[in-house]
């Protein structure tokens, strides 16, 4: 069993409405994505629960933040588990769990049987285990090229213990980590030739990887990221990346919102056919 890194910081309480809503639990590392949802939520008024997990998780500036109605501090996701079978027994409306990073959305989903009798979670067809899965970055191009007809780029997954390169492999290419709980963004180069790429093997081996995911590298204007939330009725907003940095792998450092009739129709089309349950972004 795992122990908890301490006990729960209580802030002052809050009016709930006599249980008239449901409780926000936002499950996340000691990083700015955790924060950042704990403050949308606490600054308009809804103080939400928090279980931070992993290295900083006790004394991280996430578990500082004033916007937390209450929050713990775990080891790792075993212990985020423990503290979701243990908490919030007796509610009236089942509590909205929301993971911020993908280790605590894969462990959420590997207990979905459980954990959804007393929680919101989201998933695939509130099928368990179905989100790790689609977290497979090689599945993800298989399923939109297969079921959305799309063309993707060339894609290979490389096992590091032999190293062996496909004689297909197109270059320059671009390597990342085939899910992204294996590794890090920081991990992401692109190559132009087999050398530098089998070089790079070695220093993917001592960071504890197996695996790489090897894909064409595409040249591209802009690309779109589609956040909301799916169930009966979808909502979403679509952005329009228009900087980012670093310029390969890097994270969105300029977006603006983008419309097209004919883009949303497919992006309903396509976010049906995910049968997502609860809020995503891609």
């Given at each position: 069993?795992?122990?908890?890194?301490?006990?729960?910081?209580?802030?002052s309480p809050?009016?709930?409405?006599?249980?008239?809503?449901?409780?926000?639990?936002?499950?996340?590392?000691?990083h700015h994505?955790?924060?950042?949802?704990?403050?949308?939520?606490?600054?308009?008024?809804?103080?939400?629960?928090?279980?931070?997990?992993?290295?900083?998780?006790?004394?991280?500036?996430?578990?500082?933040?004033?916007?937390?109605?209450?929050?713990?501090?775990?080891?790792?996701?075993?212990?985020?588990?423990?503290?979701?079978?243990?908490?919030?027994?007796?509610?009236?409306?089942?509590?909205?769990?929301?993971?911020?990073?993908?280790?605590?959305?894969?462990a959420l989903?590997?207990?979905?049987?459980?954990?959804?009798?007393?929680?919101?979670?989201?998933?695939?067809?509130?099928?368990?285990?179905?989100?790790?899965?689609?977290?497979?970055?090689?599945?993800?191009?298989?399923?939109?090229?297969?079921?959305?007809?799309?063309?993707?780029?060339?894609?290979?997954?490389?096992?590091?213990?032999?190293?062996?390169?496909?004689?297909?492999?197109?270059?320059?290419?671009?390597?990342?980590?085939?899910?992204?709980?294996?590794?890090?963004?920081?991990?992401?180069?692109?190559?132009?030739?087999?050398?530098?790429?089998?070089?790079?093997?070695?220093?993917?081996?001592?960071?504890?990887?197996?695996?790489?995911?090897?894909?064409?590298?595409?040249?591209?204007?802009?690309?779109?990221?589609?956040?909301?939330?799916?169930?009966?009725?979808?909502?979403?907003?679509?952005?329009?990346?228009?900087?980012?940095?670093?310029?390969?792998?890097?994270?969105?450092?300029?977006?603006?919102?983008?419309?097209?009739?004919?883009?949303?129709?497919?992006?309903?089309?396509?976010?049906?056919?995910?049968?997502?349950?609860?809020?995503?972004?891609?």
């Open positions: 069993m795992t122990a908890i890194i301490s006990s729960p910081v209580q802030s809050v009016a709930d409405s006599a249980h008239s809503t449901s409780k926000v639990i936002i499950i996340g590392k000691n994505h955790t924060l950042s949802v704990a403050r949308v939520f606490g600054l308009n008024g809804i103080k939400p629960y928090g279980i931070v997990v992993g290295k900083g998780a006790k004394f991280g500036f996430v578990r500082r933040s004033r916007c937390w109605q209450k929050v713990w501090g775990v080891n790792d996701e075993v212990g985020m588990t423990e503290i979701l079978r243990r908490e919030f027994q007796n509610e009236t409306l089942k509590p909205v769990v929301i993971p911020c990073s993908d280790p605590e959305a894969i989903d590997n207990n979905l049987d459980e954990l959804s009798k007393r929680y919101i979670l989201g998933s695939f067809n509130h099928e368990q285990g179905r989100i790790p899965q689609l977290m497979d970055k090689f599945a993800q191009v298989e399923f939109v090229r297969d079921r959305l007809g799309l063309d993707m780029a060339e894609s290979f997954i490389i096992d590091l213990t032999g190293g062996n390169i496909p004689d297909a492999l197109p270059f320059p290419c671009l390597v990342k980590p085939v899910v992204s709980a294996e590794g890090s963004k920081g991990d992401i180069r692109k190559f132009t030739d087999k050398d530098s790429l089998r070089e790079y093997f070695g220093t993917l081996r001592a960071k504890g990887y197996t695996r790489i995911l090897a894909q064409r590298f595409l040249d591209i204007d802009y690309e779109f990221c589609l956040s909301g939330c799916c169930g009966d009725i979808i909502s979403y907003f679509v952005s329009k990346t228009v900087r980012a940095w670093p310029n390969v792998g890097g994270l969105d450092a300029g977006i603006k919102s983008w419309m097209s009739r004919k883009f949303m129709n497919y992006v309903s089309i396509c976010l049906r056919k995910f049968l997502t349950q609860g809020i995503r972004d891609s």
